[in-house]
């Protein structure tokens, strides 16, 4: 390197800060990233691999731009009578978000998001040259309608994130507080889903909400629930106008023909992709149980992770984790980490190796 970053021409709001970077070992457990530990079932890879097969014989062609038959996929997929038109997509739903912070974020606005939250909204914000500003969560990382509505009403922010459930602390979001948000405020309302198939079955989606609602719109990814994250998918479904401000950032032809094709065809087997879901499920109950049968302090969960608390030192639980091939998330809570549910046999290496370090 014949220069350092600081002696380049970058921008002002750029200098001095750091790039998203959660740890990327290759350890023989690896429960950090939140994602879905099981691969994808070797009928359903076969089928996309023809599915890809076939699209790069016309890879020679740009891919259809608005990726139509993508879009029927997920409308089908979320149901609740939602049309193509109603439906985006991106290269994971990072892209998504970013999309939407390009068209109603930018310079001189500023996003909302309840913190502690997905970290990537703050990085997504600073990217757009937008300002961020962290409302709080009540006991336990809880947000109820009232509080939420009054803290968007006095901030009065142009984008709102709702991370529902949230990461990093798997807090349910009740449709209540989606509601209160989106009258308590004139610009848009993000409902990040991308851990909604991990919530129980009964509980509703905020796509029941988007009747009426042109503000809101409900991103989704096939990463977690979908064991896609090496695919980078992401979608949300919102009112037909709001999707025509995304074509005005969007690259065009952002979807690659194969990453359409694969997603088309993993659409397919919705039902058997998401059967690995009940047994996340299960093992994420167990870890939590398993935690705080070890005296740790537990957090409700309706995603595929727990975050604990109890930890004396969670930099050197961590570190010692890590020595016994297990990588887990130090999210910068004090006193807490976050892991993933892994396969059985990848939850109880991690369940055997936190009971072998003990408290420190
Ligand atoms: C809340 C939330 N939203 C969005 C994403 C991004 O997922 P992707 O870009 O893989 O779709 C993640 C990934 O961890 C997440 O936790």
Request: with cysteine; hydrophobic share 45%.
């Amino acid at each position: 390197m014949t220069v350092t970053l600081d002696e380049l021409p970058i921008r002002d709001d750029l200098r001095g800060q750091t790039p998203y970077g959660a740890p990327q070992a290759p350890l023989p457990v690896a429960l950090n990233v939140n994602e879905n530990t099981h691969p994808v079932p070797t009928e359903v890879a076969d089928d996309i691999a023809d599915a890809i097969a076939q699209a790069l014989r016309g890879v020679n062609r740009y891919p259809d731009r608005e990726f139509l038959s993508l879009r029927e996929g997920f409308a089908q997929y979320l149901g609740h009578g939602l049309e193509p038109a109603q439906i985006w997509a991106g290269n994971g739903s990072n892209e998504v978000l970013q999309h939407l912070l390009q068209a109603f974020a930018g310079p001189g606005r500023t996003v909302f998001g309840f913190e502690p939250t997905y970290s990537m909204y703050r990085l997504l914000t600073r990217g757009v040259g937008s300002q961020w500003i962290g409302g709080t969560r009540g006991h336990d990382y809880t947000v109820s309608a009232q509080d939420a509505a009054d803290q968007v009403a006095r901030a009065r922010p142009d984008v709102v994130f709702l991370c529902a459930p949230n990461n990093p602390t798997g807090t349910p979001l009740p449709l209540d507080v989606v509601e209160a948000v989106y009258d308590a405020t004139d610009g848009i309302v993000i409902v990040d889903e991308a851990y909604e198939e991990f919530a129980p079955r009964d509980a509703p989606s905020a796509v029941t909400l988007l009747g009426g609602r042109p503000r809101l719109a409900v991103s989704r990814t096939m990463s977690k629930a979908f064991a896609f994250a090496g695919a980078r998918v992401g979608y949300l479904a919102a009112d037909p106008a709001l999707i025509d401000a995304l074509r005005l950032v969007r690259l065009p032809y952002h979807l690659s023909a194969l990453t359409q094709a694969a997603a088309v065809a993993a659409l397919r087997h919705a039902d058997t992709m998401l059967k690995m879901v009940d047994e996340i499920v299960a093992q994420r109950d167990r870890m939590s149980a398993t935690l705080e049968a070890l005296g740790y302090q537990v957090h409700e969960s309706w995603t595929n992770f727990v975050l604990f608390g109890g930890v004396a030192d969670p930099a050197a639980t961590w570190q010692a984790l890590y020595d016994r091939g297990v990588l887990i998330r130090d999210i910068g809570i004090p006193g807490h980490l976050r892991v993933t549910a892994g396969t059985e046999d990848e939850t109880t290496a991690f369940l055997e190796a936190l009971a072998d370090v003990g408290s420190r």
